[in-house]
C-alpha cells in the first residue's frame, strides 16, 4: 500500500491551494483519513480527519479556513487550504487506516509528505 500525496508549493499569504492524497496497492477498506503537518522545530500535529462516513474533525488553529473531504470510490482524500497564514508553513503528510482484506485490522500508512510554503 502507498500514500502519494501532491499540491504543495509557495503561496502568498492569504492564498489558497489544495492538496491531496491517494492510497493504491491492495486495499480492502479504508477508515480514518487524514492530515498532518510538521514545521521544522515543531512535533507532527493533526490537521484534519475523516472519518469513512464523512465526519471531521479540524485543529482549532485551522478552523475555518481548511477543509478536508474524500473520495472513496478513489481512495484519495483532500485538504482544501484558504486563506493561508505564514505559520501554516510546514510539510504536510497524510495519513490513512487501511486494511489490506477482510476481518484484518487496518494499519496506519503515511504519505511521504509535501511542503506547504506560505510567505508574508
Known amino acids: 500500500v502507498q500514500l502519494q500525496a501532491s499540491g504543495g508549493g509557495l503561496v502568498q499569504a492569504g492564498g489558497s491551494l489544495r492538496l491531496s492524497c491517494a492510497a493504491s496497492?491492495?486495499?480492502?477498506?479504508?477508515?480514518?483519513m487524514g492530515w498532518y503537518r510538521q514545521a521544522p522545530g515543531k512535533q507532527r500535529e493533526l490537521v484534519a480527519a475523516?472519518?469513512?462516513?464523512?465526519?471531521?474533525n479540524y485543529a482549532d488553529s485551522v478552523k475555518g479556513r481548511f477543509s478536508i473531504s474524500r473520495d472513496n470510490a478513489k481512495n484519495t482524500v483532500y485538504l482544501q487550504l484558504n486563506s493561508l497564514k505564514p505559520e501554516d508553513t510546514a510539510v504536510y503528510y497524510c495519513?490513512?487506516?487501511?486494511?489490506?482484506?477482510?476481518?484484518?485490522?487496518?494499519?496506519?500508512?503515511w504519505g511521504k509528505g509535501t511542503q506547504v510554503t506560505v510567505s508574508s
Open positions: 475523516i472519518t469513512s462516513g464523512g465526519r471531521t
Open positions: 495519513n490513512a487506516d487501511i486494511s489490506r482484506s477482510f476481518g484484518t485490522r487496518g494499519t496506519d500508512y
Open positions: 496497492g491492495r486495499i480492502f477498506s479504508i477508515k480514518d
